[in-house]
């Protein structure tokens, strides 16, 4: 039985934010080897890996809520390091630099996963300069590609927060 969260399926997710991403990535000549759109083969794969990488699936294994809410149970034994809240600056760049700057040196590539579902994959510097123009986007999620560590970002709660293993 596939979950809500691992629904990868067109009408389940909002094309506003991918038509978005996709008109920034034109507008700015965006090197698609350094950012693109990840397969929509392999959404799924990394939903589930992500899901599994940094939820508490052992007191919750049963409901895993959809990434649109911003509710996944994650595991308790996560360190949290809070990076910034978009109120303290009310200006989106600054708040976006902050978030940056808070990605490990040692980090090149990492996967963008949106709460609809639009996983994305690319180049820090890339990544950012989309986010940069993205200040209607929904929570999302900037995720290192060991899955070692994330960030996720809430739109209702206006801030970001490095969860890591």
């Given at each position: 039985m596939e979950?809500?969260?691992?629904?990868?399926?067109?009408?389940h997710k909002d094309n506003c934010?991918?038509?978005?991403?996709?008109?920034?990535?034109?507008?700015?000549?965006?090197?698609?080897?350094?950012?693109?759109?990840f397969s929509k083969l392999n959404y799924v794969d990394i939903l589930k890996k992500f899901y599994f990488s940094f939820s508490d699936i052992k007191n919750f294994p049963a409901n895993p809520r959809s990434l649109?809410?911003?509710r996944m149970h994650f595991r308790?034994?996560?360190?949290?390091e809070g990076i910034?809240?978009?109120?303290r600056t009310n200006n989106w760049c600054e708040y976006m630099s902050a978030?940056?700057?808070a990605i490990p040196d040692n980090e090149t590539k990492l996967f963008l996963i949106l709460s609809d579902g639009w996983v994305y994959e690319g180049e820090i510097d890339e990544m950012f300069v989309v986010l940069?123009?993205?200040?209607?986007?929904g929570d999302f999620y900037i995720v290192s590609s060991k899955f070692n560590w994330f960030i996720a970002v809430s739109h209702i709660e206006e801030n970001a927060i490095m969860y890591s293993r």
């Amino acid at each position: 039985m596939e979950y809500e969260i691992f629904n990868t399926s067109e009408t389940h997710k909002d094309n506003c934010y991918r038509d978005g991403i996709e008109e920034i990535i034109k507008e700015k000549q965006i090197d698609r080897n350094r950012f693109h759109e990840f397969s929509k083969l392999n959404y799924v794969d990394i939903l589930k890996k992500f899901y599994f990488s940094f939820s508490d699936i052992k007191n919750f294994p049963a409901n895993p809520r959809s990434l649109k809410i911003n509710r996944m149970h994650f595991r308790s034994d996560l360190k949290e390091e809070g990076i910034d809240c978009i109120l303290r600056t009310n200006n989106w760049c600054e708040y976006m630099s902050a978030i940056e700057s808070a990605i490990p040196d040692n980090e090149t590539k990492l996967f963008l996963i949106l709460s609809d579902g639009w996983v994305y994959e690319g180049e820090i510097d890339e990544m950012f300069v989309v986010l940069n123009d993205m200040w209607y986007l929904g929570d999302f999620y900037i995720v290192s590609s060991k899955f070692n560590w994330f960030i996720a970002v809430s739109h209702i709660e206006e801030n970001a927060i490095m969860y890591s293993r």
